[in-house]
């Protein structure tokens, strides 16, 4: 498979002469490994979660690391071995360089965020790897997504996904939880698709299932956890409560959700009642990677109140700086379908300097940035980057 450059690159290549310990997360499959191997050519690899590895790194961690002999080297899977990170941080103090000499991917990030909280503050540089990005390919689509190897064989795409999501429930799911009835689990994930691009509601999920709302809420923390789902909470503002306080539910991979939805032509995609939302998510993951493909944390919100005003997605830009977006699944825009960016800007957001925006397909007849009307630009979601200032 041709490697895809990621704009991660630059990002990882800046970071590597100045701290010793690199850490990248994202959700299994995402090309972390390809990634790293491409920015540091003569690392050594070793993976962690082959059963005979772990078992000697858990009965002698100090053995296995004293045993690697060419740096940097790539610890692959490392939440698996959380031993290793206190004797991590002891070699990293000791060699006293600073130019990167351990390299972390792991795909659970709580076990990871818990390993370098308590071991290695102030000496790892932490990324996130999430699927690949409209800018980086256009192979990238609503219908199969991002990550590489479904995009890199379109005609199986379904059988890829298929198989994903059984290594999923078999290595994620077990090693993070409890979970005992896959079976359950996996109606579950289905029907949190079915919820996609909705204000969450728990109960709507719980009853179901026949699970409770605890339950639930666990399952949800997961596939958080393990990168599968972006919850978008509502603007912080204090706008007194008259506000929806639940996150919007979307997924990382709308490739996933339209799979999990039984979408599997661009025809049944453009006819189904999910593709609005299927788009929305889209947009809300395609700024999610811009975020963090230039090293910055992610930070998007949505609003929506009790009388019907909402915008899709607000993201600070600095300095009091907002950028309000409105995803529409079209090719044609028109004025109309930015009265709620102008509305809200009028009734709350006068504190801020604002940029809007409508997201829309894109099209020949609407190319790169546009006014769409006064203070309100039309954009195609190629453009996201563009628009948060981090193109």
């Known amino acids: 498979m041709r490697y895809i450059h990621r704009k991660l690159e630059e990002q990882l290549k800046k970071a590597s002469p100045a701290f010793p310990v690199i850490m990248l997360t994202g959700p299994r499959r995402s090309g972390k490994t390809t990634l790293l191997e491409k920015c540091f050519p003569n690392a050594s690899y070793y993976l962690l979660e082959d059963p005979d590895v772990i078992d000697r790194v858990k009965n002698d961690p100090r053995s296995f690391l004293e045993d690697i002999s060419v740096f940097p080297v790539i610890l692959d899977e490392i939440q698996n071995t959380p031993e290793l990170f206190n004797y991590i941080r002891t070699k990293a103090d000791y060699s006293g360089k600073r130019r990167c000499q351990w390299i972390l991917t792991g795909s659970q990030e709580p076990a990871l965020m818990k390993g370098v909280g308590e071991s290695m503050a102030g000496r790892v540089a932490i990324f996130h790897l999430l699927p690949l990005s409209k800018p980086e390919t256009e192979k990238v689509s609503i219908l199969k997504g991002g990550f590489p190897e479904a995009i890199a064989q379109p005609a199986h795409t379904d059988t890829w996904f298929r198989s994903y999501i059984q290594t999923y429930l078999e290595r994620d799911i077990r090693s993070v939880s409890s979970i005992r009835d896959l079976t359950t689990f996996r109606k579950f994930l289905a029907l949190v698709a079915s919820h996609i691009g909705q204000v969450l509601n728990r109960t709507d999920i719980s009853t179901p299932l026949g699970v409770s709302v605890p339950t639930v809420s666990e399952w949800l923390g997961i596939l958080e956890a ?4 972006i919850l978008v909470p509502p603007f912080f503002e204090n706008f007194g409560k008259r506000l929806i306080k639940s996150p919007k539910l979307y ?7 339209s799979y999990l939805l039984g979408i599997e032509s661009e025809h049944s995609l453009i006819g189904s009642p999910f593709y609005g939302a299927l788009f929305e998510s889209f947009v809300a993951s395609e700024i999610s990677k811009a975020q963090l493909n230039a090293g910055k944390r992610r930070d998007i919100y949505y609003f929506r109140d009790r009388q019907g005003l909402e915008v899709d997605f607000l993201i600070p830009l600095g300095n009091r700086r907002l950028a309000l977006i409105e995803a529409k699944a079209s090719r044609t825009i028109r004025s109309v379908d930015a009265a709620p960016i102008v509305r809200l800007e009028k009734a709350a957001l006068k504190k801020y300097a604002i940029q ?19 203070g309100v630009k039309a954009a195609s979601y190629d453009d996201i980057p563009h628009m948060l200032g981090i193109g």
């Open 226 to 229: 393990t990168h599968q789902i």
């Open 251 to 257: 997924f990382t991979d709308t490739g996933l959700a």
């Open 356 to 374: 809007s925006f409508v997201v829309h397909i894109p099209s020949r007849a609407l190319q790169g940035i546009s006014a769409l009307q006064k």
